[in-house]
């Protein structure tokens, strides 16, 4: 049965996007793979449609937030009377995309609205995860829910639970906001082991920027739902957050 529709927000990743797409094209049950071009500079557009994905491309970067509701809109105008499921992975997985099954079938099963992957065989990334501390404890405070890898990007949802979160938290505050949001209104969520794999991150000044930017993002989506932690930003940023 193909019922699931892979999509990958994706910003120059020429280098990984072809295993990826040709891996999440092998997944059961996957008959359409949307890769998103977020404002890449380099050939990813071109490398993902050779591999057999369908390409949405925005002309300038807008964030991972914006790409997967972009592919989610992309995958909606092809779905017949029964709308896919919806599987999220990063384009940087390369061929271990491949191992992405056991997140659908929960969802396939009628047992969870979202899946969220935890790699079994994580390699240790750069950073200090003040980050991952920042997200896993906000989701604690907000829903009780102890999230192993909060930022995981790997996960599949129903559709029906896709639109419930919508609009999704800005930028790479994305999973933070879906899971608050999604366990608030009664859906099912769970954590899926996989064996899968991102490239490995260092500690350079590109690193430790991106990671600024994921903290702001995290802590935005927290502010956002939680009065609280809005209160406080906006006293320690002089009322501007």
């Known amino acids: 049965m193909n019922d699931t529709a892979v999509i ?3 910003k120059d990743e020429a280098d990984r996007i072809g295993a990826t797409v040709a891996a999440a094209l092998g997944l059961p049950g996957v008959d359409l793979v ?3 071009d977020d404002g890449s500079t380099d050939q990813t557009g071109r490398v993902a449609k050779a ?3 369908r390409v949405v491309r925005h002309s300038r970067n807008r964030g991972k937030a914006t790409a997967m509701e972009s592919g989610a809109e992309a995958v909606a105008l092809l779905d017949d009377d029964k709308p896919r499921h919806l599987l999220f992975l990063d384009a940087d997985l390369g061929e271990t995309a491949g191992r992405a099954a056991p997140l659908i079938e929960p969802i396939r099963a009628g047992t969870a609205d979202m899946t969220i992957a935890v790699f079994v065989n994580r390699v240790k990334r750069g950073g200090h995860g003040f980050v991952v501390r920042l997200a896993h404890d906000g989701i604690k405070r907000a829903v009780g829910w102890e999230a ?5 990007g790997q996960r599949c949802l129903t559709r029906e639970a896709f639109e419930a979160a919508r609009p999704l938290a800005h930028g790479f505050g994305v999973e933070t906001g879906l899971t608050i949001d999604l366990i608030r209104k009664g859906f099912r969520v769970t954590e899926v082991p996989v064996d899968m794999a991102h490239r490995a991150t260092g500690t350079d000044w590109r690193a430790q920027l991106h990671r600024a930017r994921q903290f702001r993002d ?3 989506a927290l ?10 930003l906006a006293k320690l940023r002089g009322g501007r957050f």
């Open 8 to 10: 990958i927000p994706a």
């Open 218 to 220: 995290v802590a935005r």
């Open 148 to 152: 192993t890898q909060p930022l995981n």
């Open 34 to 36: 949307v890769v998103v």
């Open 223 to 232: 502010a956002a739902r939680e009065p609280v932690i809005a209160m406080n």
């Open 51 to 53: 591999a057999g994905a």
